[in-house]
């Protein structure tokens, strides 16, 4: 089933977590925070769903 079978907008940025980085973050206590690209990824797909929600929500005030 897809997103869109299910009625859900697609976002493209995601949060991926290499393993490497996730290994480090547990066994040595490093905090994910201290991982660049996660909080970079963060933004942009925090930014994606914003504007997702906006255009949906326009557009359902119209159709409703």
């Not at 976002?11 to 206590?29: M, P």
């Not at 970079?40 to 769903?49: C, I, P, Y």
Request: with cysteine; glycine share 8%; net charge negative.
């Amino acid at each position: 089933m897809t997103s869109i079978e299910l009625q859900m907008a697609p976002i493209r940025t995601g949060v991926h977590i290499q393993g490497g980085d996730f290994f480090e973050a547990l066994q040595q206590g490093r905090g994910l925070e201290d991982v660049p690209y996660v909080a970079q990824n963060a933004s942009a797909m925090h930014d994606e769903l914003c504007w997702w929600a906006a255009a949906l929500k326009s557009a359902r005030a119209i159709v409703a």
